[in-house]
């Protein structure tokens, strides 16, 4: 196996090139996202994460790779931007929307009937909704104003491209703020781990915040270091 990376690579260019490492990354706490224009030996040292380790875990998570999910990247990185636009649209926007409302009340349930014993609780449930509001109104601006204005970049009929260049670097703040949220709810819940106690509806909210972090990750790297890129 001829792995391509070293300690230099840029973390969003693994990421890039072979998606799925976003598994490894995400399980040592390292920002693949908002924060992936840092190399490797970098990211690992500042989340004090074993640089040998990090790369082994790569390295075996590289040969089992599936060859579709390395190809489905490529394409992103080969589409225009309406492409791209449409996509996220579709594939996470849509499907977080929906999320957010079906998650709530779950959310919101747990932290009532087991807040009390597990006080960290009652800080996810102030942390979620503080990301549902800022989630919902940050893709709202997006479809409605900063997507068509970053298009007509694409065409070339904008006609301000300091306003549009402005509105991208805009973005990535609200991603990261995004991002510092789910930061904080997988810190407060110690990697989602789950106390003796756990009901099913506790476990539930658990396993999809987790997954509602990975889908959100997903979401702002094909706009951080994809889509926005291209004009930057």
Not at 71 to 86: G, H, Q, T, Y
Not at 156 to 177: F, I, P, T, Y
Request: with cysteine; glycine share 4%; net charge negative.
């Amino acid at each position: 196996m001829n792995f391509p990376f070293t300690e230099q690579s840029l973390v969003r260019d693994i990421v890039n090139d072979f998606p799925k490492s976003s598994d490894v990354f995400k399980r040592n706490r390292i920002d693949f996202c908002c924060g992936g224009n840092t190399p490797l030996v970098t990211a690992a040292t500042a989340n004090r994460v074993n640089l040998e380790s990090l790369i082994e875990e790569l390295k075996d998570l590289y040969e089992k790779k599936e060859n579709n999910e390395q190809n489905d990247m490529e394409v992103w990185m080969k589409s225009d931007s309406k492409a791209i636009i449409d996509h996220v649209i579709e594939r996470y926007h849509r499907p977080l929307e929906e999320e957010l409302g079906s998650l709530s009340p779950y959310v919101t349930k747990v932290a009532k009937v087991h807040g009390d014993r597990h006080p960290e609780l009652l800080r996810v449930y102030e942390l979620f909704y503080e990301l549902k509001k800022e989630l919902l109104e940050h893709t709202k601006k997006e479809e409605e104003f900063s997507f068509p204005l970053i298009l007509k970049l694409e065409d070339g009929s904008v006609e301000n491209r300091e306003e549009a260049l402005k509105e991208m670097a805009q973005l990535e703040k609200e991603h990261d703020a995004a991002g510092e949220i789910l930061r904080e709810i997988r810190s407060i819940t110690s990697d989602f781990e789950l106390p003796i106690d756990a009901c099913g509806t506790y476990r539930l909210v658990y396993k999809r915040l987790e997954d509602l972090e990975g889908e959100t990750f997903m979401h702002v790297h094909l706009e951080n270091n994809i889509l926005f890129p291209r004009y930057l």
